[in-house]
C-alpha cells in the first residue's frame, strides 16, 4: 500500500526566502506525482506534474524534482511571498494499467511567508 | 475557476437526514473522482468513475452512494451518517485514457459538511 509522508507539517519564513518541501512515498512503481497548492477553506490546485520518466518541472518560481528510485520529490519555492502562503500537498499516481489516475496523497505543509 | 463546480458549498444535517452532492465539471473530461479530507488525515479517494462507470469503491461505507448519470454530473447520496463523517468532500476531473495513466485532476471548491 502506497504511504506518503511530507516534511516538514508546517513551515514559517519571512518573504523573500527560498524554501524546500520535501515528500517521500513507499511504493516507487509511480506514474506520476503532483504537487498541489491548497487555500484555506478551498479545492486543490495543480501546480506541478512530473512524469515517472522525468526529473525535474518547473513553472515561474516553482521547480519539483523527483528521484523515483529512492521514493523522494522536493518542490523548490524561489524568493517567495506572502500570497505563497497555503498547505502544499503532494500526491502520487500508481502504476497498474488504468487510465484514470489513482492519487495517494501527502498530510501536507502548511506553509507562511511573513511581510 | 477550474472548471469544476460544486455544490451546495456548505450542508449541515442531522443523522436521519438524506442529502445529495452535486459535481459538475465543463472540461470534457472522462473521468470523476469523488474525496473526503478530514482534520489531520490525508485526502481519501473514495469513487472513481471512468466513462460513466465505478471503476473504484475505496472500501467507503454504504451510507455513502455516488452516481454519474452522464460524463459531466456526479453525485454523492448521503443518508444516515455519522458525526466522524463531517469533512470537505472534493470532487474532481481528469481526462483519461493510454497509458498516461494519472493526468491532471482539476478540483472543485469542495462541499463544508456538518453531520449533528
Known amino acids: 500500500k502506497q504511504e506518503v509522508t511530507q516534511i516538514p507539517a508546517a513551515l514559517s519564513v519571512p518573504e523573500g526566502e527560498n524554501l524546500v518541501l520535501n515528500c517521500s512515498f513507499t511504493?516507487?512503481?509511480?506514474?506520476?506525482l503532483q504537487w498541489f497548492r491548497q487555500d484555506p477553506g478551498k479545492g486543490l490546485t495543480s501546480l506541478l506534474l512530473?512524469?515517472?520518466?522525468?526529473r525535474e518541472q518547473t513553472s515561474g518560481r516553482l521547480n519539483a524534482s523527483l528521484d523515483k528510485s529512492s521514493g523522494r520529490s522536493t518542490l523548490y519555492i524561489a524568493a517567495s511571498q506572502p500570497g505563497d502562503s497555503a498547505t502544499y500537498l503532494c500526491?502520487?499516481?500508481?502504476?497498474?494499467?488504468?487510465?484514470?489516475?489513482?492519487?495517494?496523497f501527502g498530510q501536507g505543509t502548511i506553509l507562511t511567508v511573513h511581510p | 475557476e477550474t472548471g469544476v463546480t460544486q455544490t451546495p458549498r456548505h450542508l449541515v444535517m442531522g443523522m436521519t437526514n438524506k442529502k445529495s452532492l452535486k459535481c459538475e465539471q465543463h472540461?470534457?473530461?472522462?473521468?470523476m473522482y469523488w474525496y473526503k479530507q478530514s482534520a489531520k488525515k490525508p485526502l481519501e479517494l473514495m469513487f472513481v468513475?471512468?466513462?460513466?462507470?465505478?471503476?473504484e469503491n475505496n472500501s467507503v461505507p454504504s451510507r455513502f452512494s455516488p452516481e454519474c448519470p452522464n460524463s459531466s454530473h456526479l453525485f454523492l447520496h448521503l443518508h444516515t451518517l455519522q458525526p466522524e463523517d463531517s469533512a470537505l468532500y472534493l470532487c474532481?476531473?481528469?481526462?483519461?485514457?493510454?497509458?498516461?495513466?494519472?493526468?491532471?485532476?482539476?478540483f472543485g471548491p469542495g462541499t463544508r459538511l456538518l453531520v449533528l
Open positions: 474532481a476531473s481528469s481526462q483519461g485514457g493510454g497509458l498516461a495513466g494519472g493526468r491532471t485532476q482539476y
Open positions: 511504493d516507487s512503481a509511480i506514474y506520476n
Open positions: 512530473i512524469q515517472s520518466s522525468q
Open positions: 500526491a502520487v499516481s500508481n502504476a497498474g494499467g488504468t487510465s484514470y489516475g489513482k492519487l495517494t
Open positions: 472540461l470534457g473530461h472522462n473521468a
Open positions: 468513475y471512468s466513462l460513466e462507470e465505478r471503476v
